[in-house]
């Protein structure tokens, strides 16, 4: 039980005769769907805020001491990778985290940004059946094309040299290029659109 205590349980129940589908790990690699992340300044984050950049998003509880440990090392890659292109994001969703996120951000001295949200879209983003317990942190990477490329959660692999996977999973993110913006020609024979105000076309969120 040694390295069960270093992580907090969330029991998620629901009722019996759940699908075999359900049971089966989230697909990956996978488009990522838009997250809407809620600072304590009242502020909303979206995730496709950050397309083009290689991020990482934790899934944490604040009174979880190995969340802690990924969060510190997550601050320490940004220091590191920032400049690169490299962008981690903290999302608290345990009870009360709300009031616990600002002393976990204080505590830490986490200059990435670390919100809340509600459990419900939490579960819907990683893809997690409700009748499976989950173990935090859940720690997801996407590509700078908006795919999640990497999931990881509570007893996985992954956290048994963390530091190291979390290095190489960065490293490799960052060395593929962004996706090139395409434009379509006119059809032949039609002049293209003046360039102008009405012209603009804000950019895509994440697929």
Avoid at 21 to 44: N, T
Avoid at 82 to 96: C, T
Avoid at 120 to 144: E, G
């Amino acid at each position: 039980m040694g390295g069960l205590l270093t992580r907090r349980l969330f029991t998620i129940t629901a009722g019996l005769g759940w699908p075999l589908a359900a049971l089966l790990a989230a697909e990956v690699p996978r488009p990522a769907p838009e997250f809407v992340i809620k600072l304590s300044s009242g502020q909303q984050l979206l995730l496709s805020q950050y397309r083009g950049k290689v991020v990482a998003l934790e899934f944490l509880s604040t009174t979880c001491p190995h969340c802690q440990t990924c969060s510190a090392l997550l601050e320490r890659m940004y220091k590191e990778y920032g400049p690169r292109g490299f962008q981690p994001l903290g999302v608290a969703f345990n009870e009360m985290a709300g009031m616990l996120v600002g002393d976990y951000i204080k505590h830490l001295q986490l200059t990435f940004p670390v919100g809340i949200s509600e459990r419900d879209p939490v579960l819907n983003f990683l893809q997690h059946p409700m009748i499976m317990r989950l173990l935090v942190p859940q720690l997801m990477f996407i590509d700078r094309k908006g795919i999640i490329r990497g999931q990881h959660g509570g007893e996985a692999d992954f956290f048994k040299d963390e530091e190291k996977n979390m290095r190489a999973q960065i490293e490799a993110l960052l060395k593929e290029p962004a996706a090139a913006r395409k434009t379509t020609p006119p059809p032949k024979g039609k002049k293209a659109a003046s360039a102008g105000p009405a012209s603009f076309r804000a950019p895509q969120g994440i697929q």
